[in-house]
């Protein structure tokens, strides 16, 4: 799989992800930090939360977010593959020699080291 580069394929990349968090609930601003995973443009953010909203995997409440998602997490087993190599994780910036990739049918997510790829999945959050 190979990294979105259209607008469109970040767009559903970042639904599809939002539909896959091991959250029920999380505010806005860590939603925010998962998507910037895909993108850093306010107005492609903007679409990806409206899509979401409007394709009914998230309901927003103010600062909140609530997932919709029916039960579809990553499956660690089989959506995440780590690969040997020097990386720089998408999340942090931390060099890595392992990338954790997320592969999601909208695209693959990545790299990430292990800690972050957690966070981005929803299965961790900053206080663990």
Known sequence: MTEPSTRDEKL???VELL?????????????VDRIETITTSPGLTRDILDAA??????DRDGARLRIRRGGTYVEYESQVVAREG???CRRCGASISTGHFV???AGELGP???SCVRKVTGRETESE
Not at 19 to 31: C, M, P, Q, T, V
Not at 53 to 58: A, C, D, H, L, Q
């Open 12 to 14: 559903e990349l970042g």
């Open 19 to 31: 539909a896959h968090l091991e959250r029920e609930e999380l505010d806005l601003a860590a939603a």
């Open 53 to 58: 909203e409007k394709r009914g995997v998230i």
């Open 86 to 88: 020097d990386f720089e």
């Open 103 to 105: 592969e999601l049918d």
């Open 112 to 114: 990430f080291g292990s």
